[in-house]
């Protein structure tokens, strides 16, 4: 089975500290993704990658930023943590984009809280 | 803009009784994927089914099948002899292909089983 693994599951910044999720997956998955988890919110992208090096910005791309310098490891960085970035992080990969094919494997998620 | 909606946030079922799950969505893409993934308490979110638009019959998982209505654009989910192990969020999710490999989640629907 896919395993996508986030390193930490729980992380406290404070505001204006820089801060790095990191993500991992082990099935040579093209693609990956990092997803913002709230309340009423559903599920909404961050930023996905198709292929090392690349990125994609999804539907609140601000105030992040990603890495991807190696097919397996997919990053994600708050340059300085606000209260607004709160939340659960969610990273996902799938094999590619292909139709039914973009099936995503979740991590179990990074629950950041920014004090 | 495609979107998907899911218009109960939170349903409750017996144990063993059947449940039904909505979720519409908004396209005007022809050849389109559709998915319902479950997120468990705590636990990470994993695929419970997925339906081709281009399919006609109803792709069915187990206890878990869909009624998938085109021209309705209504995709809900069916889950039958719930279990307490059911209990979940459950998110409607659409893929429309492309480049942009961006799956657009409704909010969830928060699934109790009462025993």
């Known amino acids: 089975d896919v395993k996508v693994t986030q390193s930490s599951r729980y992380l406290v910044k404070r505001t204006g500290e820089k801060v790095f999720l990191e993500c991992v997956q082990d099935?040579?998955?093209?693609?990956m993704f990092w997803y913002r988890q709230d309340p009423g919110l559903g599920l909404r992208l961050i930023y996905f990658?198709?292929?090392?090096?690349?990125?994609e910005k999804g539907d609140i791309p601000e105030g992040y930023s990603v890495s991807r310098e190696k097919k397996e490891r997919f990053s994600l960085i708050l340059e300085s943590a606000s209260t607004n970035q709160t939340s659960m992080y969610l990273c996902?990969?799938?094999?590619?984009?292909?139709?039914?094919?973009?099936?995503?494997?979740f991590g179990a998620g990074s629950r950041l809280t920014v004090l | 803009a495609q979107t998907v909606t899911q218009s109960q946030p939170e349903m409750s079922v017996q144990e063993a009784e059947t449940v039904t799950l909505s979720c519409t969505y908004d396209?005007?893409?022809?050849?389109?994927?559709l998915f319902w993934y479950k997120q468990p308490p705590s636990r990470q979110m994993i695929l419970v089914i997925r339906?081709?638009?281009?399919?006609?019959q109803n792709a069915t998982e187990n206890r878990f099948s869909v009624n998938f209505q085109k021209a309705a654009k209504s995709f809900s989910l069916k889950i039958s002899d719930s279990q307490l192990g059911d209990a979940a969020m459950y998110f409607c999710?659409?893929?429309?292909?492309?480049?942009?490999?961006?799956?657009?989640f409704g909010k969830g629907t928060k699934l109790s089983v009462k025993p």
């Open positions: 990658s198709y292929d090392v090096k690349m990125k």
């Open positions: 999710a659409s893929y429309w292909g492309g480049s942009q490999g961006n799956l657009i």
């Open positions: 339906q081709e638009a281009y399919k006609q």
């Open positions: 099935m040579d998955h093209e693609n």
């Open positions: 996902a990969s799938s094999l590619d984009l292909a139709g039914g094919t973009n099936v995503l494997t």
């Open positions: 396209t005007s893409e022809s050849d389109y994927y």
